[in-house]
């Protein structure tokens, strides 16, 4: 049997399975080219999927004003008291006000003495711009060498942080980022200059032992993102250790997940000792405004059939459809 799966944000399908009990769950698949994706892989097609599919400003302000929203704010970036020019910059990219996770977690992560954090949030909530707008807030511009590391468990989701980190700091020309990822060299017995790493724990970690490119005792701050991917990668819980041990016992610690599982808390309580943790209830971890349908198929034209039926039923602006095969045709 073939499957579709679609989220759906603020649609439900109008058919008679509506009150079927598997209608909010995500189907088994039985193909090899329906195989169940890697965590990873779900991860960067959520962050874009947020990219590309457009909320309309008045949608989120009324997310704002509801205090059930994830993206309910009280505070304005002002109150935070972030510098002058990292506040044009996050105005410039559309932000208004900060989300539940930058309220709660800024203040923390810019007091003085700096603070360790663990913290949770959905999807789609803010946090990368959280731990971003941190990040460039304890850069000394006028040092030019590595400041801060943020590492992410693949090659695309260390992208998609360094492309948030260089559009807010867009008006802090002397804040500069270097990716440590694969493709990306720099030249034997040179140092690098930039103030910020964002990389995979094997690339840095090489950087910073094998080829010693960067003081890791001169790091301020170890950011470690996506945190439930990493423990389920092979070798990355290791070399995030092995980071971690390279830094001063004053650098400090962000540790941020969209899940928590009993081995990332351990992993978290390693990584970030002494930490103050922000933790969602159960029923919090997925968003009221993304349901999860799936269609069981007996082929690829009755999926065709599926897809003009659910297009025909639901009212949708913009859409992304993901398939498994560069020629998948239907």
């Known amino acids: 049997m073939e499957s579709i799966t679609k989220n759906f944000s603020n649609a439900q399908l109008g058919d008679n399975n509506s009150n079927d009990p598997t209608a909010e769950t995500q189907g088994n698949t039985s193909t090899d080219d329906d195989k169940e994706l890697p965590?990873?892989?779900?991860?960067?097609?959520?962050?874009?999927?947020?990219?590309?599919?457009?909320?309309?400003?008045?949608?989120?302000?009324?997310?704002?004003?509801?205090?059930?929203?994830?993206?309910?704010?009280?505070?304005?970036?002002?109150?935070?008291?972030?510098?002058?020019?990292?506040?044009?910059?996050?105005?410039e990219m559309g932000y208004n006000a900060p989300s539940k996770i930058q309220e709660t977690a800024l203040p923390l992560l810019l007091a003085n003495p700096p603070q360790n954090l663990i913290a949770q949030s959905q999807s789609g909530t803010g946090k990368t711009a959280a731990f971003v707008l941190a990040m460039l807030s304890r850069v000394d511009p006028d040092l030019h060498y590595p400041q801060v590391i943020c590492l992410s468990p693949t090659y695309e989701l260390a992208i998609?942080?360094?492309?948030?980190?260089?559009?807010?700091?867009?008006?802090?020309?002397?804040?500069?980022?270097?990716?440590?990822?694969?493709?990306?060299?720099?030249?034997?017995?040179?140092?690098?200059?930039?103030?910020?790493?964002?990389?995979?724990?094997?690339?840095?970690?090489?950087?910073?032992?094998?080829?010693?490119?960067?003081?890791?005792?001169?790091?301020?701050?170890?950011?470690?993102?996506?945190?439930?991917?990493?423990?389920?990668?092979?070798?990355?819980?290791?070399?995030?250790?092995?980071?971690?041990?390279?830094?001063?016992?004053?650098?400090?610690?962000?540790?941020?997940s969209a899940t928590y599982t009993e081995d990332v808390m351990r992993f978290a309580n390693a990584i970030a000792p002494m930490s103050v943790i922000i933790r969602l209830k159960r029923e919090e971890e997925t968003l009221d405004n993304i349901r999860q349908y799936y269609v069981n198929c007996n082929n690829k034209e009755d999926k065709y059939n599926a897809l003009v039926n659910i297009y025909g039923g639901v009212t949708i602006g913009q859409a992304m459809i993901f398939c498994q095969v560069i020629k998948a045709k239907y």
């Open 160 to 256: 998609q942080t360094g492309e948030v980190a260089a559009k807010m700091s867009s008006y802090c020309p002397n804040i500069r980022l270097r990716y440590a990822v694969r493709g990306e060299d720099v030249e034997k017995g040179s140092k690098i200059e930039e103030q910020i790493i964002v990389g995979t724990p094997g690339k840095v970690l090489d950087w910073a032992t094998k080829y010693k490119f960067f003081n890791p005792k001169l790091i301020k701050v170890f950011v470690l993102d996506e945190a439930d991917i990493m423990v389920d990668t092979q070798g990355h819980q290791d070399q995030s250790f092995r980071i971690r041990k390279l830094l001063l016992e004053t650098c400090q610690m962000m540790f941020f």
């Open 39 to 91: 965590a990873s892989e779900k991860s960067l097609l959520q962050k874009i999927v947020r990219t590309g599919l457009i909320t309309s400003k008045h949608d989120i302000e009324v997310q704002r004003r509801d205090p059930k929203s994830p993206l309910f704010s009280i505070k304005s970036f002002e109150l935070l008291k972030l510098h002058p020019n990292l506040l044009k910059g996050v105005y």
